[in-house]
């Protein structure tokens, strides 16, 4: 699986739109770009995943560049809630074998929202 | 509703006990996983199952073990081989082995001392 790179810690404010990147340079044709959050304490939570279009949902939207060497997560109104460890996560999909269903969490973007 | 439940949330045990930690899911999710989280770290996948009586080892798997005898149910032991047992651990599932649409469930924090 590609290797993802993240900025240890983010700051936003309330309201405001946050951005955050995540590169992955080296990814692979078949790879998805998949990203998970985590509140202190709990189980990480899924927000979305993509390959190469960007993609959107109720919680987040994600911008691919066309070179899919990075991404960034875009909370489009962030609220004290998704004060979280944001992970970028980067793996096929259903290759079958050893990389099916093992998602390789590293240590994230610690993202925290103030008033 | 449906979900996953671990527990308990807290355990202890003294060195050199074998302790199993429970995990029930009621999504009807033929896949399971289990996770290790240290302070400050991310996730390492311990073991997965794609179905009932079938399990595979994951990254760290040396000292523990799991069994799958039924769809909702997913028990991971942590033998007195693991040299360092004590940390968060995560078990989730997804309706299939894939790696998206993950459902975690809220976590079991191990302190062995």
């Known amino acids: 699986d590609a290797k993802t790179t993240q900025p240890t810690s983010m700051d936003c404010a309330e309201g405001r739109a946050a951005n955050l990147p995540c590169n992955h340079s080296t990814i692979s044709g078949n790879e998805y770009v998949y990203w998970y959050r985590q509140i202190h304490s709990q189980g990480p939570q899924y927000i979305i995943h993509?390959?190469?279009n960007n993609e959107t949902n109720e919680m987040a939207s994600l911008i691919i560049t066309e070179d899919r060497k990075s991404s960034t997560l875009i909370l489009p109104h962030a609220t004290l809630r998704d004060t979280a460890v944001y992970y970028c996560?980067?793996?096929?999909?259903?290759?079958?074998?050893?990389?099916?269903?093992?998602?390789?969490f590293g240590q994230g973007t610690i993202l925290t929202v103030h008033p | 509703d449906g979900g996953i439940t671990q527990s308990p949330k807290y355990l202890f045990r003294k060195e050199g006990q074998n302790v199993t930690l429970s995990c029930e899911q009621n999504?009807?999710?033929?896949?399971m996983y289990w996770y290790r989280q240290d302070p400050g770290q991310g996730l390492r996948l311990i073991y997965y199952s794609q179905i009932v009586n079938d399990f595979q080892k994951g990254d760290i798997a040396e000292g523990y073990s799991v069994s799958r005898e039924k769809k909702e149910s997913f028990p991971l032991t942590v033998t007195s081989a693991q040299k360092n047992p004590t940390a968060f651990y995560l078990c989730a599932s997804s309706i299939r082995l894939t790696n998206y649409g993950y459902t975690f469930g809220s976590g079991t924090r191990l302190t062995v001392v």
């Open positions: 999504l009807n999710h033929d896949a």
């Open positions: 993509g390959l190469k």
């Open positions: 996560i980067v793996t096929t999909e259903n290759a079958g074998g050893t990389s099916y269903g093992k998602l390789t």
